[in-house]
């Protein structure tokens, strides 16, 4: 068989089950874009590289598989630098596939060239520089395997333009195996996995202030069910952090809510009058822990991680298990429904009384304010979309970076896995609207709410174009407020009101700026019913836009300054 570098990757592409890719074409790439028109997958065209990364996060962040984004070389690779960064820090399995230069030309600064290989090594799982169109033959299926096994993270691929063009001569297509998503490499051994199974369920059985704390590692519907079928046989409060929001339903009784810089009270003075923290699929990072040394000062900890790197990183382990969270919960399970362990209702019943004296929809909100309250409204969206015909089953959100991230976070009503998608690690402004058409492509049946801010839209506004031409059933809620919301707020309460670079001069109408992109645009200001066309479940197929004017001094509470410990946070 003969066949070039670019059929080979479009080939191998469509032996993967890839449909949909996204990226921006230009020198480098023209050859796999060549055979690309000629394949069974379709290319969405976005409007800035970057873009095309978070369109790729999307659908891997909302459906737990491997997805595509392409861009050519020098500015088209650096353009995606940013969401191949963010995905890593976050665990998101996807591919980049960049062009390059010709290989004669590598190293001579030629028109376009960059060390795409070399910038991208820090920021990815894996980086692969291909020399010849033999080599793709094994690289693309490595870029999926390692993308997926064990802790999910970004391949990119980089492919010169000659070797698109070359032609090569192999006997057999490679033999496509699938990998299972938490398939691990470095793992705790067998003989060691019953006796730390058995230790843990020894702890749990004489623990009187249990914590389960589930991070981005349980946010999966393979790891729900293993936590559900342990939660069944041993009730505890559960917090999450940041990534984990989505792993237990917020409605439950256990879920006492997100711990950390702006999380839940309740869930911060658990942790820290916790005597044991099973942390699951977490990696006790600064935003969730504040100061280490008071985040849970006399809990005997637990760490089940599937990477073992996270493992006594940061906070030193009594128990550690190597291992996926699906699989271990079960077998925890197990060994506590035959040995009838029980929890102390008393502490859970505690902790749930303390989320609710704690949880307010005024709590950062001015006095006297009249203009929206955000809380309530995010509060409110699947009450809004059922009231419209919507199923609230069927909305999946995302969110941009800043004061409505939180908000969200806080008062979103999350009750199942990847139906929240952020960006957690990076915290990268621009990330909802890409992110959210991804995640519309990837999941057709559902309605995707983008939150946003006025200062995180504009950095890739852009993609309005995109939305509109793909006609998507998205729905984008701005809150605008006139400043950077979250550094006007940090500049309040850390720099004496010294609001440096933070507030806008001017802000652009942005009902104005979505109608020139052909999307219907709803000031919710004016529009009492603004969520009747917003989610109209007999238009469902159509973006909309929607602004929503807030006070530049509501705040994010609580809100933990630099230095303290989560339980002495801002809290009115």
Known sequence: M?????????????????????????????????????????????????????????????TGKP???????????????????????????????????????????????ADTFGLSFPITKHSIMVKNPYELLEAIPKAFEIALKGRPGPVLIDVPRDVQLKECDFDVWPDIKKVRLHDIKFHTPIDEYSEKIGLITEALSKAKRPVLYCGGGCNSE????????????????????????????????????????????????????????????????????????????????????IDAAEVDKII???ISVVADVESVF?????????????????????????????????????????????????????????????????????????????????YYPVERPRSFLTSGSLGTMGFGLPTAIGASVANPDC?????SGDGSIM??????????????????????????????QQQKFLFDKNYSASVFGRSPDLLEIARGFGIEAI?????????KKAFDNNRQNKPCFVRVSVDSEENVLPFVPGGKANIDSIRD
Not at 80 to 88: F, K, S
Not at 382 to 401: F, H, N, Q, R, W
Request: aromatic fraction near 6%.
């Open 2 to 62: 003969k066949y070039t570098g670019a059929q080979i990757i479009v080939k191998l592409l469509e032996m993967y089950g890839i449909e949909t890719v996204a990226g921006i074409p230009g020198g480098s790439i023209l050859p796999l874009y060549d055979e690309l028109n000629r394949s069974s997958i379709r290319h969405v065209l976005v409007r800035h590289e970057q873009a095309a990364g978070f369109f790729a996060q999307g659908m891997a962040r909302s």
């Open 67 to 113: 997805a595509v984004c392409l861009a050519t070389s020098g500015p088209g690779a650096m353009n995606l630098l940013t969401a191949i960064a963010d995905a890593r820090a976050d665990s998101i399995p996807i591919i980049a596939i960049t062009g390059q230069v010709n290989t004669t030309l590598i190293g001579t600064d030629a028109f376009q060239e």
């Open 222 to 305: 393979e790891a729900v069910s293993g936590i559900k079928s342990f939660l069944q046989n041993y009730r505890l409060p559960v917090v999450t952090s940041l990534m984990g929001i989505g792993c237990i339903p917020e409605s439950s009784e256990m879920y006492i809510g997100m711990v950390g810089m702006h999380g839940n009270h309740a869930a911060n003075v658990a942790m820290h009058d916790s005597d044991l923290v099973i942390a699951a699929g977490v990696r006790f990072d600064d935003r969730a822990t504040g100061v280490v040394s008071k985040f849970c000062p006399d809990a005997k900890i637990i760490h089940i991680d």
């Open 316 to 318: 030193p382990a009594s």
């Open 330 to 410: 079960p077998v925890i399970a197990q060994l506590i429904a035959e040995k009838k362990i029980t929890s102390d209702e008393g502490w859970l019943k505690k902790m749930a009384k303390l989320r609710k004296e704690h949880f307010s929809l005024e709590c950062g909100r001015p006095k006297n304010e009249k203009l929206t309250n955000p809380r309530e409204l995010i509060s409110k969206v699947p009450e809004y979309a059922e009231a419209a015909g919507m199923s609230k089953d069927k909305l999946i959100a995302t969110t941009d970076v800043g004061q409505h991230q939180m908000w969200a976070a806080q």
């Open 447 to 451: 309605r995707v709410v983008c939150f």
């Open 459 to 488: 950095m890739n506004v852009q993609e309005m174009a995109t939305l509109a031409e793909l006609n998507l059933p998205v729905t984008v809620i701005v809150f605008q407020n006139g400043t950077l919301g979250m550094v006007y």
């Open 523 to 531: 000031d919710a200001d004016s529009d009492a019913e603004w969520y």
